[in-house]
């Protein structure tokens, strides 16, 4: 039995966590730590818990928390976090997987790019722990993951794009240079954290692109695709807001080198992700949309060429709370502690 604490635990990825691991024959959740409603069970603030997890939630230095054994330590907290408690967690003989752009980079020059991105202190707190890291994106790292004492989380608009075009990066099929990506999201990836622009009158009937000038997601995108590729790729990206609670759907477009039929496009990727069961291939007259990955790990690629234009086209579908985060996790705990990767996972959609 795998033994998890989740420091977070009652915002958007926390939660998701917490239902997630109560279905799971082989983990225990012993502590909840979290900044708010400290003293309170989890089910008074999340009330569908209610006989299924009533834990308290841990202030960080309760004793219980501090005290709580705990194989894997979770950390679904806000960036600059994680970082100053990993090697606290490692000293204790357990592994940490964060939520957070903490543990997503290998060098302090790649995390100091995210991190300036993303308005943050460029400096990171634990240097020593990078390149002992590892990117908990299981498709395209799941040995590294395994191995690793420290795994960070892919960012959600990171996991669609990333998984979206990996496998026509591999095949080096696109100009490396050319690639856009057009993502749009739920209102639940802005978090928990109340805000004028996420209230109900601000978001019905309403659709709006952020952070034009650079979100944070493009580093670890154009890192892994590079990967793919073996040179630089460089994109174009939008993130959009959409009049949805959760769900991403990243239109990904990329100039192709030379011609390939839809067929064969559909075909290399069925081969690329053969051995990963949360990625599902569909031709471009596949019925497919955000509600049929609502709540489930999968990630659904409808791939297509434009002959016309001479452009592949992959739109990528995930839900952004699950395989942009909880799923994720709980895909990348599997991993870290010797599981069958889909334990606890395997759910279908629930329709309409």
């Known amino acids: ?42 089910s008074d603030i999340y009330p569908h818990l209610d ?27 806000p960036d600059r976090v994680g970082m100053f408690e990993a090697g606290k967690v490692l000293a204790q003989g357990a592994k940490a997987l964060d939520f957070s752009g903490d543990f997503r980079f290998t060098t302090p020059e790649a995390y100091a790019d995210y991190a300036t991105r993303h308005g943050k202190d460029p400096q990171h707190a634990a240097p020593e722990l990078l ?6 994106l299981a498709e395209l790292h799941r ?3 395994k191995q690793a004492p420290v795994v960070g ?24 240079l050319s690639v856009i990506c057009d993502c749009k999201t739920g209102v639940s990836g802005a978090g928990k954290k109340l805000a004028a622009t996420h209230h109900f009158p601000s978001r019905y009937e309403n659709m709006n692109a952020y952070k034009l000038a650079g979100h944070q997601h493009v580093c670890e995108v154009e890192r892994e695709l590079g990967l793919q590729y073996g040179q630089e790729v460089r994109l174009t990206f939008t993130a959009q807001v959409v009049p949805l609670c959760r769900g991403i759907m990243s239109t990904l477009y990329a100039q192709l080198l030379q011609p390939i039929s839809e067929a064969d496009a559909v075909a290399l990727y069925k081969e690329f992700y053969k051995d990963s069961p949360f990625v599902r291939v569909y031709g471009s007259t596949a019925p497919i949309g955000t509600n049929c990955v609502s709540r489930t790990n999968f990630c659904d690629l409808v791939v297509s060429v434009d002959a016309r234009t001479g452009r592949l086209r992959v739109v990528s579908y995930i839900d952004n709370l699950m395989k942009g985060q909880a799923g ?3 895909q990348n705990i599997n991993l870290m502690a010797g599981l069958p990767e889909t334990l606890g996972l395997m759910r279908s959609g629930m329709y309409p």
């Open 131 to 136: 390149g002992k890291n590892a990117y908990g």
């Open 1 to 42: 039995m795998v033994k998890i604490k989740i420091v977070g635990a009652t915002g958007y990825g926390g939660i998701g966590l917490i239902e997630l691991l109560l279905g799971h024959p082989e983990a225990k959740i012993v502590a909840l730590v979290a900044r708010e409603d400290v003293g309170k069970r989890i």
């Open 328 to 330: 994720s996790a709980l």
């Open 51 to 77: 006989g299924f997890c009533d834990l308290p939630i841990l202030d960080a230095a309760d004793p219980r928390a501090a005290d709580a054994e705990a194989d894997i330590v979770v950390f679904s907290t």
């Open 153 to 176: 989380n892919p960012g959600c608009f990171a996991c669609s794009c990333i998984l979206g075009l990996a496998p026509a990066a591999k095949a080096r099929l696109f100009d490396p």
């Open 143 to 145: 040995e590294e993951i």
